[in-house]
């Protein structure tokens, strides 16, 4: 298939424009769409979270010359590219081997079925029940990113220990009362919480949570969240997205008429 074929699949799921409103709306940056195009066709592709080197050289192995990432393989400016350096050395490694490169970020945070709706249906699952009564704090035109739901009734501690199961991950924090009853959840995929999602997870009309779920919290967050009486669950970076881009797999997958694979760095989950 042809590189510009696969990223029209890939946007007809995730439009780019997502990214651009997202962007233009909220005040956020970002760098998703072909990243590295050797112009070759392409014949299987790889999908992993990041372009990192064990991902490289699963694609290596599998003589896949497309790996499609969540987050950008290039995401600030750059002004030189070097093989002895990690970033460029990868680069290097990708160009070497005719392997082009697709990142689909904050698109996909925000897109329907997206991997920040793919976080609440996942909490849902663990909580027991599906999402009811949500709230988005940043619609988009077709999509969203951070969401207040309702869930069945569980604790804190079962919510949190269903959540490794689900989320594939032993690496969950928890902060607050266990024995907690949780009723309405807050979630914002990767490291989205900020003052402002707090607000809102505990606003009295669109918020009203118990629990808010995400990850990479910083330290003066995890005390605001506990004064204002929210429980916290913290997930690592990778579990928190991993979940969401393996829905987004299987979506591709199905449309792509080439071999495709799932490349999982589970030291980071």
């Not at 393989?73 to 990690?86: L, M, Q, V």
């Not at 003066?220 to 690592?236: C, D, K, P, V, Y």
């Amino acid at each position: 298939m042809k590189l510009s074929e696969i990223y029209k699949i890939a946007d007809e799921i995730a439009p780019k424009r997502l990214s651009d409103e997202y962007c233009r709306n909220y005040g956020a940056y970002d760098n998703s769409g072909v990243l590295v195009d050797t112009g070759e066709d392409i014949k299987s592709v790889l999908f992993t979270l990041d372009l990192s080197a064990a991902a490289i050289a699963k694609a290596k192995e599998i003589g896949a010359n497309l790996i499609i990432t969540h987050h950008p393989a290039i995401y600030g400016k750059i002004s030189h590219i070097c093989d002895n350096e990690p970033l460029g050395g990868k680069l290097v490694e990708c160009i070497k081997h005719g392997i082009s490169v697709l990142s689909m970020h904050l698109n996909l945070d925000g897109a329907a079925g997206g991997i920040d709706e793919s976080l609440m249906d996942g909490v849902c699952l663990a909580a027991g029940g599906g999402a009811e009564n949500i709230s988005v704090m940043h619609p988009l035109t077709g999509g969203g990113y951070g969401r207040v739901y309702d869930v069945k009734e569980i604790s804190l501690a079962d919510l949190a220990k269903n959540m490794e199961k689900v989320f594939s991950t032993e690496r969950i924090l928890v902060y607050g009362d266990k024995t907690k009853t949780i009723n309405r959840a807050a979630s914002f995929c990767g490291s989205g919480v900020d003052e402002g999602a707090i607000s809102y997870a505990l606003d009295e009309y669109e918020g009203n949570a118990d629990v808010i779920i995400s990850s990479d919290f910083k330290h003066h967050l995890i005390s605001l969240a506990l004064e204002e009486g929210l429980a916290i669950i913290i997930l690592t970076h990778y579990a928190s997205e991993n979940y969401g881009f393996q829905n987004y797999y299987e979506k591709m997958r199905r449309q792509l008429r080439i071999p495709c694979e799932y490349h999982t760095d589970s030291e980071l989950l």
